[in-house]
């Protein structure tokens, strides 16, 4: 049986709530033209097959949302200049030309009561000029706004309301100022039934009603917490398709708390996983290794694959692991992981992947840009050349190009 094997580095190191695209309830919504008073009802009557069907037919999250998010590095401290100048960041470092097009405020951007009439009200000291006028901002730039709210009676920080009781008024309000995305998150919900307000397994339920909902707990800039996000999500890989996305948490890339090699495997492993693809630091000061680690097209497209197939675990002996998932014309991705502490081999066969033991290929780093090519009609292995190694095959006997394969901690996508 022909099989890829790579002599594998060791792992640099020793061993919520939901999203949609503005529509409403719980996810993550895209608008598009679609009045927000109805997408508001999806939440409050999950079961109107008529307004669930609505949403699902919204044409949006065809392939994972790509933008950035305020949370991760700034929390609580942003204001209406560190959007503007997110949004200017990101189309003038390029990252907007690879696909990277929503700016989401996170909790905090408003103020601790309502106002009289029961609206929302911006923070006048963070965003005195409103959010419309924010939004138009955004928009000028060609990017997408997109903006937080929470099911219960405050959001997570407890420093604003949440829209528990007033779900249709504050999707009214978010469609007046233009926005384009809400993230639903989930604290202070009062005992709401959690099916309803975005617990209990929604990967099994969410898609019928929303673009993408989180599977995890939060995410935090370390090892541990990215490597065991990542087996949580796995579990849910079956339930992802166009228009509906799990989503293990926002990227970590560039915060600092982890090597080089480490969010290379975190930026792979999200890519492969079909996971939506928000950046979490500071794009404005950004180094030129993060910029490059976030703008590698070809990891971003086997991230965008128009099939939208979660790649998985498929195979584990210990700390070594395959990972793999098809993308569009016969071809596959794959992740070669070693997430121990010692150099090891990793074997993965073509009944692995989904490949027949006489298949030929051509391989190809994708992180590194470099090509192999091997045809193998008997077992035999590759071996790393360079630290990290992605193959990329093609199957001449069908003509069929690729299969994507990484080594050390890193995935990529085939051509």
């Known amino acids: 049986m022909c099989c890829l094997q790579v002599y ?14 503005l529509g409403m ?4 919504f895209m608008s598009s033209g679609l009045p927000v008073g109805s997408a508001t009802e999806i939440g409050a009557r999950a079961g109107s097959g008529g307004i669930r069907r609505t949403l699902m037919d919204n044409g949006l999250g065809l392939t994972p949302q790509m933008g950035w998010n305020s949370w991760n590095h700034f929390q609580c401290n942003i204001n209406e200049t560190l959007i503007k100048e997110t949004a200017d960041a990101v189309v003038s470092t390029g990252l907007a030309a690879v696909g990277y097009n929503y700016i989401n405020l996170d909790d905090c951007w408003g103020e601790l009561d309502r106002d009289s009439q029961g609206n929302l009200v911006p923070k006048a000291s963070a965003f005195p000029s409103g959010i419309k006028a924010l939004a138009d901002y955004v928009h000028s730039k060609g990017l997408k706004l997109g903006i937080y709210s929470d099911a219960g009676t405050q959001t997570c920080s407890q420093t604003m309301p949440g829209s528990l009781g007033h779900e249709e008024q504050d999707a009214k309000t978010f469609a007046s100022w233009g926005v384009d995305y809400l993230k639903y998150d989930n604290c202070q919900n009062t005992g709401v039934s959690p099916k309803e307000r975005g617990q209990e397994d929604p990967a099994t339920w969410a898609p019928s ?4 909902w989180r599977t995890t707990g939060d995410i935090q800039d370390n090892w541990d917490s990215m490597t065991g996000i ?3 999500n796995d579990q849910w890989a079956s339930y992802a398709r166009p228009g509906a996305w799990n989503d293990p948490d926002m990227l970590e890339v560039g915060n600092g708390g982890m090597t080089t090699e480490e969010y290379r495997c975190h930026f792979s492993i999200w890519a492969l996983a079909k996971a939506p693809l928000l950046i979490g ?7 030129n290794v993060t910029f490059e680690l976030l703008t590698n097209k070809e990891v971003i497209d086997v991230n965008q694959d128009k099939l939208g197939v979660q790649g998985k675990k498929v195979k584990k002996d210990g700390d070594l692991e395959v990972w793999a998932g ?4 016969n071809r596959v991705a794959v992740v070669l992981w070693n997430r121990g502490s010692s150099m090891a081999n990793i074997t993965a066969y073509w009944s692995d992947i989904g490949l027949k033991p006489s298949t030929v290929v051509d391989a190809r780093d994708l992180w590194a840009v470099s090509i192999k090519e091997s045809a193998l009609s008997t077992p ?6 360079s630290r990290f190694f992605l193959f990329q095959f093609q199957d001449r006997a069908v003509r069929t190009p690729l299969l994507v394969i990484p080594a050390p901690i890193v995935i990529t996508r085939l051509k």
């Open 8 to 21: 594998m580095a060791p792992s640099p190191s020793s061993a919520g709530c939901f999203l949609v695209f």
């Open 25 to 28: 309830f719980g996810y993550i």
């Open 380 to 385: 035999n292995s590759f071996r790393q050349i």
């Open 326 to 329: 098809p993308l569009v014309n």
């Open 209 to 212: 009603i929303g673009n993408s």
């Open 230 to 232: 990542a087996d949580q």
């Open 281 to 287: 630091c500071d794009v404005t000061s950004m180094d």
